[in-house]
Nanobody
Framework: QVQLVESGGDLVQPGGSLRLSCTAS????????IGWFRQAPGKEQEVVSC????????YYADSVKGRFSMSFDNAKNKVYLQMNNLEPRDTAVYYC????????????????WGQGTQVTVSS
């Protein structure tokens, strides 16, 4: 069973940036697609990004396209979510999750996920 641990969440002002990290207990890329989803109180869960295990391509929800970007460090079993130009509507608990392929992950069909990290965007 893959264990995922998220970190990097914080309180940030609108327009600010954060980088979230997700550390996996074993090598991920090449075996699983991995991405991020978020859950805000009273709102529907939303998958925001995914890196494909097939071609390494990255995919984003329209709500974050152009502002968020994923990257990975295979040697450290880490994936990152760089979030720029943050808005109050980005406030949520962010989780990293595996699920292959990315199309399945975007359908919220996760294999493994972590405990989440809180991101709050507020002035």
């Amino acid at each position: 069973q893959v264990q995922l641990v998220e970190s990097g969440g914080d309180l940030v002002q609108p327009g600010g940036s954060l980088r979230l990290s997700c550390t996996a207990s074993e090598p991920i890329l090449g075996y699983y697609a991995i991405g991020w989803f978020r859950q805000a109180p009273g709102k529907e869960q939303e998958v925001v990004s995914c890196i494909s295990n097939n071609d390494g391509g990255t995919y984003y929800a329209d709500s974050v396209k152009g502002r968020f970007s994923m990257s990975f460090d295979n040697a450290k079993n880490k994936v990152y979510l760089q979030m720029n130009n943050l808005e109050p509507r980005d406030t949520a608990v962010y989780y990293c999750a595996t699920g292959s392929p990315c199309s399945r992950l975007f359908l919220k069909r996760y294999d493994f996920w972590g405990q989440g990290t809180q991101v709050t965007v507020s002035s």
